[in-house]
Every structure is written in structure tokens, then in C-alpha cells.
T-cell receptor, first 115, second 113 residues
Framework: AQSVTQLDSHVSVSEGTPVLLRCNYS??????LFWYVQHPNKGLQLLLK??????LVKGINGFEAEFKKSETSFHLTKPSAHMSDAAEYFC?????????????FGSGTRLLVRP | EAQVTQNPRYLITVTGKKLTVTCSQN?????MSWYRQDPGLGLRQIYY???????DKGDVPEGYKVSRKEKRNFPLILESPSPNQTSLYFC????????????FGDGTRLSIL
């Protein structure tokens, strides 16, 4: 069965410093992986997705993630944090090789950005 | 504008009083899902629908019902709500093709007293 582990429940960084949010997954298939962001009182917004085309995936707002099959990881990074990046981030794996209707969510990482 | 719309956004009610949360999408998506979000647990799927009149249980279906009579609508029904159903609920939709991201509504916060 597929599963997702987000290794940190909270990450705190200073504005202008790099962001690293860690995610490990397990999957029986060649997985589709996603990162979503959730701002307070809002739904989830897609940041980026990996679907086997390229291991380094660029997303919106300067975020990127690298798929490492040997490490079963899909960590999210950003070179320089902005105050507006403060939110909760979810790593997600698709539970079915032929569709995305069933997603498995990590427990989330709350990113705090200090001035 | 492409969107998933949920109503109501907030609801406080009492145990046993039937309620319905509506969800509508304007993107002609085949797939729709309901999730609940609880602290430390991420999002867990309640029910999903692959198309009109086709629904199936997700990971936490107990105490919930759904229907899919039209492609755009996917209401979530709590026949006899209980306090353990107090949560933040999200509806989502996606196209049928593989590896397509789901589009989420803004959420419905339910409090069952």
C-alpha cells in the first residue's frame, strides 16, 4: 500500500533563508507525487507535481522538488523564504497508477517564517 | 473561473440533526471526492465518485452518505451527525486522466455539539 511520511510537523525559518520540507513515500507503482499548500481558511493549492517526466520539478512561487527513487524521497525546497510562504504544506502520492482519484496525504508540515 | 464551491463554509449544529454539505464544480471533471482534515492526520478520503451514479467508499466512510446524480454536484450527507464528525471538510474534483491534480474547494468547518 502507498504511504507518505512528512518528517517534520513544524519548520521555522527566517525570511530570506532556504526552505526544506522533507517527504518520504512508499509506493508499489511508479508513483505520481504532488505538493500542495494550504493557507489559513483556504483550500489546498497545487504547488507542483511529479509524473516521471523529469526528476527535478519546478512549481509555483519559486518552489521545486526533486524525486529520488533510491531514497524514496520527494523533498520540497525554495532558495529564499518569503513571509507569504507561511502555510501548511502537504506531500501527496497518488494511490492508483492509472488515475488520480485516490490520493494519500502526508500529515502536513507547518512552515513558519520569521521576519 | 474554474472552481469547486462548497456550502456552507461554517456550520454549528447539534447531535442527530441531519445536514448536507453541497459541492459543485464547473470544470466538467469526472472524479469528485470528499475529505476530512483533522490535526496531525492530514486529509483522509471519505467517499469518492468516478462519474455520475458511481460512488465508492474511501478510508473513513462511516457516518456519511453521498450521491452523484449530476456530474457537477457531489453532496455530502450526515444523516445523524455526532461530535466525532466535527472537522474541516474539503470537496475536490479532477479529470479522469492519470496524474492530474485535484482541485479543492475552500472547505467547510463543521462543529457538532
Amino acid at each position: 500500500a502507498q504511504s507518505v511520511t512528512q518528517l517534520d510537523s513544524h519548520v521555522s525559518v527566517s525570511e530570506g533563508t532556504p526552505v526544506l520540507l522533507r517527504c518520504n513515500y512508499s509506493s508499489s507503482y511508479s508513483p505520481s507525487l504532488f505538493w500542495y499548500v494550504q493557507h489559513p481558511n483556504k483550500g489546498l493549492q497545487l504547488l507542483l507535481k511529479y509524473t516521471s517526466a523529469a526528476t527535478l520539478v519546478k512549481g509555483i512561487n519559486g518552489f521545486e522538488a526533486e524525486f529520488k527513487k533510491s531514497e524514496t524521497s520527494f523533498h520540497l525546497t525554495k532558495p529564499s523564504a518569503h513571509m507569504s510562504d507561511a502555510a501548511e504544506y502537504f506531500c501527496v502520492v497518488s494511490d492508483h497508477p492509472d488515475s488520480s482519484y485516490k490520493l494519500i496525504f502526508g500529515s502536513g508540515t507547518r512552515l513558519l517564517v520569521r521576519p | 473561473e474554474a472552481q469547486v464551491t462548497q456550502n456552507p463554509r461554517y456550520l454549528i449544529t447539534v447531535t442527530g440533526k441531519k445536514l448536507t454539505v453541497t459541492c459543485s464544480q464547473n470544470m466538467n471533471h469526472e472524479y469528485m471526492s470528499w475529505y476530512r482534515q483533522d490535526p496531525g492526520l492530514g486529509l483522509r478520503q471519505i467517499y469518492y465518485s468516478m462519474n455520475v451514479e458511481v460512488t465508492d467508499k474511501g478510508d473513513v466512510p462511516e457516518g456519511y452518505k453521498v450521491s452523484r446524480k449530476e456530474k457537477r454536484n457531489f453532496p455530502l450527507i450526515l444523516e445523524s451527525p455526532s461530535p466525532n464528525q466535527t472537522s474541516l471538510y474539503f470537496c475536490a474534483s479532477s479529470p479522469r486522466q492519470a496524474a492530474q491534480p485535484q482541485h479543492f474547494g475552500d472547505g467547510t468547518r463543521l462543529s457538532i455539539l
